[in-house]
């Protein structure tokens, strides 16, 4: 267990800047996962910390010590990568003590360490077989294995269920969160799967373009989004946005109207310096629609596709040409493409952003 600590971090590659100044604090034991985009630099801050890329400047702290120029053998870290990479020719057993007997250690004790992380990751039965002669999952648990048995105070993993079929990467998320449970080392978790950041993370990182955009718990990134990207990264189906207008700010209220459908007007309990036709966004999650006439205004849309999975439906819907929404209903068996719909927004479930996508509350 260590923490981890990244101030001011930045990387550029020639004269085009990647990482553009990462300041964070992960605290020892946690399990804290960078999610965003693809390309939005999530594996380069990763490699940082291991020591695979320069650090072009900032500075970085594991367990209290500099390590920017430190070799990534000394770091304490082990890192897990989408690709894992046995040694085709080796088995489990000697593809998991492989780094260990490099490094000189006793043979009895690359045993013993050995033997620990097999019986965590279950693994006893395949100890004596080739890679090829194991499933997808099973290589990624032996990938795990090589790195348990280093005994690292920090975990990184990079996007390491990518490669595994959409049922693997659930059971394997499941493994995952139960290795933390068990071994309490500081994890650090690259994904651009929302859906693996908020079931695995004790703090969520959003990046977006080489910066950070906000960072909490899952539910508090869910329940307080800091402006428009956070709120439409996390959550699935994706949070609604639409187009709105305001009428009226006093006293600790913002009445505003939609644009594509004027008479739809809410009142929000909402502070923000925003004045009379100010141009904003209202976000409302596909969950959060209620039925028509319980909420604070009706909202009519035309459908044109719906979903139905049993226990919900997705309406995929439009208030005006350009302007697209989807409506999570228990009760929408029976709707079909082209009916009119008429659903209600209730001001509680509204967020507010204004036009640069800040939220305003
Ligand atoms: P992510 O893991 O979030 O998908 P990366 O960290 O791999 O993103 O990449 C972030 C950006 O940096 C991308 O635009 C990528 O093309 C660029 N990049 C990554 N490695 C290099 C490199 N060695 N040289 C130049 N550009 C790079
Ligand atoms: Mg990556």
Request: proline residues 4%; aromatic residues 6%.
């Amino acid at each position: 267990m260590a923490e981890v600590r990244l101030t001011n971090i930045r990387k550029s590659f020639g004269a085009l800047e990647i990482i553009k100044g990462v300041d964070l604090h992960i605290e020892p034991g946690e399990f804290t996962v960078f999610v965003g985009p693809s390309g939005c630099g999530k594996s380069t801050l990763l490699r940082m910390i291991a020591g695979l890329e320069d650090i072009t400047s900032g500075d970085l702290t594991i367990g209290g010590a500099r390590m920017n120029d430190v070799d990534p053998s000394k770091r304490g870290i082990a890192m897990v990568f989408q690709s894992y990479a046995l040694y085709p020719h080796m088995t489990v057993r000697e593809n998991m003590g492989f780094a260990l007997r490099f490094a000189g250690m006793a043979k009895d004790e690359i045993d013993r360490r050995v033997a620990e992380a097999a019986r965590i990751l279950e693994l006893d039965p395949l100890m004596d077989r080739r890679p090829k002669a194991l499933s997808g999952g099973q290589r990624q648990r032996v990938a795990i294995g090589r790195a348990i048995v280093r005994h690292p105070d920090v975990f990184l993993f990079d996007e390491p269920l990518s490669n595994l079929d959409a049922e693997l990467r659930v059971h394997m998320r499941v493994e995952i969160a139960k290795l933390h449970k068990t071994l309490k080392t500081t994890i650090i978790y690259v994904t651009h799967d929302q859906v693996e950041a908020m079931t695995l993370a004790d703090k969520i990182v959003v990046l977006r373009a080489g910066n950070i955009e906000q960072v909490g718990a899952p539910l508090d990134l869910y329940d307080d989004p800091a402006n428009m990207f956070v709120a439409g990264f996390i959550g699935s189906p994706r949070m609604n946005f639409l187009k709105g207008q305001v009428i009226t700010a006093e006293d600790g209220m913002v009445r505003v109207a939609l644009a594509n459908q004027p008479q739809v007007q809410l009142s929000l309990p909402i502070a923000a310096p925003v004045k009379s036709g100010d141009a904003v966004s209202l976000g409302v999650r596909p969950e959060n629609f209620v039925a028509a006439g319980r909420g604070d205004a009706d909202l009519s849309v035309e459908v044109d596709v719906a979903e139905h999975l049993g226990n919900t439906s997705y309406v995929y819907a439009h208030v005006a040409a350009d302007e697209r929404i989807i409506i999570e209903r228990e009760d929408s068996r029976n709707t079909v493409s082209r009916d009119r719909l008429t659903v209600g927004l209730a001001a509680s479930q509204i967020y507010l952003f204004d036009s640069a996508g800040q939220r305003l509350k």
